[in-house]
């Protein structure tokens, strides 16, 4: 059986986790049309009889503004070592500039194989995608004391084209091993996690861009009753007194349709049924608090 670790990078919002999502076979990352919705280093795994492949789904690398941003680059930074293939993951529907050109030749000058993983080809056309294949296929030959890129893949994450195919590339470069994770495990993330995780992702999907980074989630209790039914009690944290309606909304009309839409998830995730609340909690710039950020999940330690 092969195994090996699979480093997934990319600028912000080029579709990392949804390419996660799609090579694992079920959801193990948020996703939302947001920038920057993940901020954690997060394992997706998958098992089948020929091999083991652990993703580690990153941030989007960008600038750092707080402490919670430099926790994700620290993320990103940690990520990128001591994993068999690197992905640097592009967005094809969009012009490839010379910034994007610069990021992905960065990763060239270290041991570990590089493949260029052109997503979003639903959004774009054969017309278009094949002059960026002619203005990348310079990188498929070394310079220097840059390596050459092993790959390029294009694919769609969100239609699933050409997923199996990325597979049988990457299998090509893994090593003989031993399993590293049991078969049945997609994640190595907590329950826990992954529910407060459910959670922020609605609620970027559903509060438009009025808190487009501002909010954090943490699970205040949890227990299972003797019908095995969940009951969950979550804060939702805000940074200004003035965002608290705007999670709340209108009679709690929001508020009520974020833990709508994530109870469905968690329950399908659990397989069991779920009785949540959320309460809307202000910390004024939690971002810049480790002691939040270390009560909401982010700590940097566990990464590094």
């Known amino acids: 059986m092969k195994t090996g670790f699979i480093s997934v990078i990319g600028r912000p919002n080029v579709g990392k986790s949804s390419l996660i999502n799609a090579l694992v076979g079920q959801k193990v990352s948020i996703v939302s049309p947001k920038a920057q919705t993940t901020r954690d280093r997060i394992l997706g795994i998958y098992t089948d009889d020929e091999c083991q492949m ?8 960008h600038k750092a503004k707080n402490k919670l941003g430099k926790y994700m680059e620290d993320c990103v930074r940690s990520a990128t070592g001591g994993v068999d293939i690197i992905l640097v993951v592009a967005d094809v ?26 997503n979003k080809t639903d959004l774009s056309s054969y017309e278009k995608i094949y002059p960026v294949l002619s ?3 310079f990188l ?15 694919v769609s994450a969100k239609k699933q084209d050409n997923i199996e195919e990325l597979k049988k590339t990457i299998l090509s470069y893994l090593s003989e091993g031993e399993l590293l994770y049991p078969e049945d495990e997609v994640t190595d993330k907590s329950e826990r996690y992954m529910i407060c995780e459910i959670v922020r992702e609605k609620a970027l999907m559903l509060l438009g861009d009025e808190i487009p980074h501002g909010i954090g989630v943490y699970i205040e209790d949890m227990k299972y009753d003797e019908a095995g039914t969940a009951h969950i009690n979550v804060d939702i944290v805000v940074e200004k007194q003035s965002h608290k309606p705007i999670v709340i909304g209108e009679g709690g009309q929001k508020l009520k349709a974020v833990a709508e839409a994530a109870r469905e998830d968690i329950e399908r995730m659990l397989d069991a049924k779920a009785f949540m609340e959320i309460f809307v909690k202000v910390r004024k710039n939690w971002r810049n608090d480790a002691l939040t950020m270390n009560d909401i999940g982010y700590n940097s330690k566990k990464n590094l």
């Not at 652990?54 to 690398?61: A, L, R, S």
């Not at 529907?93 to 052109?118: G, H, N």
């Not at 498929?140 to 294009?154: N, Q, Y």
Request: charged share 25%; proline share 6%; glycine share 4%.
């Open 54 to 61: 652990i993703f580690v789904d990153t941030p989007g690398v």
């Open 93 to 118: 529907s969009k012009k490839i500039t010379d910034k994007d050109v610069a990021f992905i030749e960065s990763y060239l000058y270290s041991a570990t194989p590089v493949m260029l993983v052109l």
């Open 135 to 137: 203005q990348l296929s």
């Open 140 to 154: 498929l030959s070394a310079d220097g004391t840059r390596r050459a890129l092993k790959e390029i893949v294009p």
